[in-house]
């Protein structure tokens, strides 16, 4: 075994909890372009072996979506509409035609929508690195070459790479793959989303993760973040051993969610489709805190007909009878783009039409999505709420919750994910019923920081304390106001940071399954004045880093953190 790294501990981001140690495999180099060899003797046929090779993309990407589920059938779909957008291959026959090989004209043509995404800036800008993938993807195939993929060393293995692109996030096979360490993302890339809908223990923003060479034995937190290189036998022992009472711990932890003294936060699961229904019913929660329904609308030619929504969502409301279930309306634009709903081109679609703002455009998609999400609910007996993505203005929440209620939907309530938003909470409460703060949009927006940035990830960490002083401004607000107000963002699913949500007010807190036991156990240990002063510690920490560190070393022990020592 060796290691180009000097010392003996690296660290990045936590971002999908757990303990793992094990061999490192490394994710393979994607093929190399090859030289220019300059105009094709058919432009034509060249064309038309791009469109093949596009296709089988696309085909491939559809493919594992249909073995994926939720967020990562999402983002797979998403990205197969990508590749299969007849302006990319106009692009490689205007490069064709510019006397260019075919490779280096669909290298050519990937750059000019790589370049439009990045001057776009916003959630398109995020998505340059998935572009980079698709790219990667098409000359492999045009080249008759392996597709860039997870490797298969023939036994379990921690994967390190650079970065992971969602088609390969999305498969991982969480009984081969221990543990993953990249160099890059953040902790709302989806690499983190995925590997926590799959349980498998991550770290992102692992700078030196490059140095770190097949075969070196790690062993990886994935809730504090430490990897720890070669690591001593005993160490490795000693962190399992502490991780595998943490999860009969959890395992055993029960019921609603509770502070020690009794306080209620709702426990919730986050739903984004059919596929992760059954494990999201049986998980031990207290219903649904957002249902994403963009799985209804993506992948296809035209809008989902009223009767296929209904269908759809009364399955939902079937498993999960009795319980509440909270909608979201199509959430729709910038990362998601849907051709058929003529969105044209946009300066930047991150701060242009997107969620609640594509009614102004096509109203008749919003009615018939709440007339179908009524229907539904009166077929059933779950208790039904809706919310609208992208709120800004007190206005847009009353005029929603109208708009909800005229359909016999009687709890209507608001995202808070714009800034503006969560500074008028208390306005916006007015004209609505409840509100949940979407911690990675409005991460985002408060501080001017692309998702996917991965040299940004510090300011995109859920734990800087302006992104919890606008929690903490909306849950006041809901509480003068006497309304709920929730978090569905990725930082719902984090124990430590949950105890500050906790503390500042936030009534509800809704993740994916796999987190549920966790943030439960982390509750029960602390009464509510004891996590009312974790979150004056992390509100006036200095940083995100300083802020959690006064947590973690404040708060009762719940999680591993002390699995690895401290260094």
């Not at 469109?51 to 939720?70: F, H, I, K, P, Q």
């Not at 298969?152 to 088609?167: I, M, S």
């Not at 979150?535 to 708060?555: C, N």
Request: a negative charge; hydrophobic letters at 45%.
């Amino acid at each position: 075994m060796s290691t180009a790294v000097d010392d003996s501990v690296v660290t990045g981001i936590g971002v999908s909890p757990g303990v793992a140690a094990g061999p490192v495999a490394r994710l393979a180099e994607p093929p190399a372009l090859p030289a220019d060899t300059g105009p094709e003797p058919d432009a034509d046929a060249a064309a038309g072996r791009a469109r093949e090779a596009l296709a089988a993309v696309a085909a491939d990407l559809e493919s594992r979506a249909a073995r994926a589920t939720g967020e990562a059938a999402d983002v797979l779909l998403a990205q197969a509409m990508m590749v299969r957008d007849p302006a990319l291959t106009e692009q490689v026959s205007a490069a064709l035609a510019g006397g260019k090989s075919l490779p280096h004209a669909v290298a050519a043509a990937f750059d000019v929508f790589r370049s439009a995404m990045e001057a776009a800036g916003g959630y398109l800008a995020e998505r340059t690195a998935d572009l980079a993938d698709l790219c990667r993807r098409t000359l492999a195939c045009l080249l008759g070459l392996p597709m860039p993929g997870i490797p298969d060393p023939g036994h379990p293995f921690v994967l390190v790479a650079t970065d992971l692109a969602p088609a390969d996030t999305a498969t991982l096979d969480p009984s081969r793959v221990l543990a993953i360490v990249t160099g890059q993302g953040g902790p709302t890339s989806h690499t983190a989303i995925l590997a926590k809908s799959l349980g498998i223990p991550a770290v992102v923003a692992c700078h030196r993760a490059g140095g770190i060479t097949d075969d070196t034995e790690l062993l990886v937190d994935g809730t504090t973040g430490t990897v720890v290189v070669t690591p001593p036998a005993e160490e490795v022992e000693r962190a399992l051993s502490a991780w595998a009472a943490h999860r009969d711990a959890l395992s055993a932890a029960r019921g609603p969610g509770r502070t020690q003294d009794g306080t209620s936060v709702a426990l919730l699961v986050n739903l984004g489709g059919a596929a992760d229904l059954s494990a999201a019913a049986a998980a031990d929660s207290e219903g649904v805190g957002l249902l994403r329904t963009e799985f209804l609308y993506l992948g296809r030619t035209e809008a989902p007909a009223r009767d296929e929504q209904c269908a759809a969502y009364g399955k939902v409301f079937a498993a999960f009878s009795g319980r509440k279930v909270v909608v979201r309306t199509l959430d729709a634009g910038a990362d998601k783009p849907l051709p058929y709903l003529g969105q044209g081109e946009e300066p930047n679609p991150a701060l242009g039409v997107r969620g609640l703002r594509l009614d102004r455009r096509q109203p008749r998609i919003l009615d018939e999505q709440l007339a179908a999400i009524a229907t539904a609910r009166d077929q059933h007996d779950a208790e039904v709420w809706v919310m609208a993505p992208m709120v800004s203005t007190p206005a847009e929440a009353a005029a929603f919750a109208a708009r909800a209620r005229s359909h016999g939907l009687g709890v209507a309530g608001t995202m808070i994910e714009v800034p503006a938003a969560a500074l008028r909470a208390q306005q916006v409460l007015a004209g609505c019923d409840f509100a949940s703060i979407g911690t990675n949009d409005l991460g985002q927006y408060t501080y001017a920081a692309d998702r996917m940035a991965g040299e940004l990830a510090d300011l995109l960490d859920p734990w800087q304390p302006a992104l919890l002083e606008l929690v903490r401004h909306a849950a006041e607000a809901g509480r003068r106001a006497g309304k709920p107000v929730g978090v569905c963002g990725e930082a719902a699913g984090d124990p430590y940071l949950a105890l500050v949500l906790a503390g500042v007010g936030v009534t509800s807190l809704s993740m994916a399954p796999a987190s549920l036991a966790a943030v439960r156990l982390a509750l029960a240990a602390h009464t509510l004045a004891e996590c009312q002063a974790l979150a004056e510690m992390a509100l006036s920490a200095e940083d995100a880093r300083h802020a959690r560190e006064a947590i973690t070393a404040g708060a009762n022990p719940i999680t591993t953190s002390e699995a690895l020592p401290a260094r």
